[in-house]
């Protein structure tokens, strides 16, 4: 039980382009989906929190227009990197939590991105 | 801010071996505490968890953890590691105290463990 899947899991497209991941729990309704972003070699770092239904809440430093974020279903939350450049390559990863935050997280497998 | 502490960047064992892997944690409350693994490319698979109660914590894959409160420590343990258990292991405190970073996990640096056959 509780299984994410991401998807893609790898792309690669050229600068300029916009690219949409998608997030969803397969077995159970995520009240709360997490995007993090993780460099080689270094923790994840969070991007923002989403709650089905509301806005995402960003943290400090992250670009709300930059990296858009939808969370329309219980079961589904998309990031979308608007206009990417290089420096937005790097693996993306989601998570999604049941209720309340005694809960884990469940991550998904993460995607690849590498921009031209 | 809370924050985790992971000291050891690299561990290479021998297949066999025991295994404990650091993780001191600042937080000023009881804490919501987590290990992950994670193997190249792929997401985290939780391993096990702590909210409260019993202060040694039984996971998957043979993996254990003991909360000490005293030393803000979480260390993972395994008794003999397999091959399998090559990859990088996070360790994560859950903030449960409200406020803005509620429900937010903030991650260790992580620990590559390398196994030799």
């Known amino acids: 039980g509780a299984v994410v899947s991401q998807h893609p899991s790898r792309v690669i497209c050229k600068s300029g382009t916009s690219v949409k991941i998608e997030c969803r729990s397969l077995d159970f309704q995520a009240t709360t989906m997490f995007w993090y972003r993780q460099f080689p070699k270094q923790s994840l770092m969070l991007m923002a929190t989403s709650n089905e239904g509301s806005k995402a809440t960003y943290e400090q430093g992250v670009e709300k227009d930059k990296f858009l974020i939808n969370h329309a279903s219980l079961t589904l939350s998309t990031l979308t990197v608007t206009s990417a450049h290089p420096e937005d390559s790097s693996f993306y990863i989601c998570s999604a939590r049941v209720g309340r935050v005694n809960q884990p997280q469940h991550f998904g497998d993460g995607t690849r991105l590498s921009i031209l | 801010a809370q924050s985790v502490t992971q000291p050891d960047i690299h561990i290479t064992v021998s297949e066999g071996a025991s295994l404990e892997l650091r993780c001191n944690y600042s937080?000023?409350?009881?804490?919501?505490l987590f290990w992950y693994v994670q193997s190249p490319g792929q997401g985290l698979q939780l391993l096990l968890k702590?909210?409260?109660?019993?202060?040694l914590v039984q996971g998957i894959k043979g993996f254990e953890a003991e909360f000490k409160r005293s030393q803000s420590s979480f260390n993972l343990r395994k008794p003999s590691v397999h091959w399998s258990d090559a990859a990088e292991y996070f360790c994560?405190?859950?903030?449960?105290?409200?406020?803005?970073?509620?429900?937010?996990?903030?991650f260790g640096q992580g620990t590559i463990l390398t196994v030799h056959p």
């Open positions: 937080y000023g409350a009881t804490p919501y």
């Open positions: 702590y909210f409260s109660g019993d202060t």
């Open positions: 994560a405190v859950g903030d449960n105290a409200g406020g803005t970073s509620y429900g937010k996990l903030t």
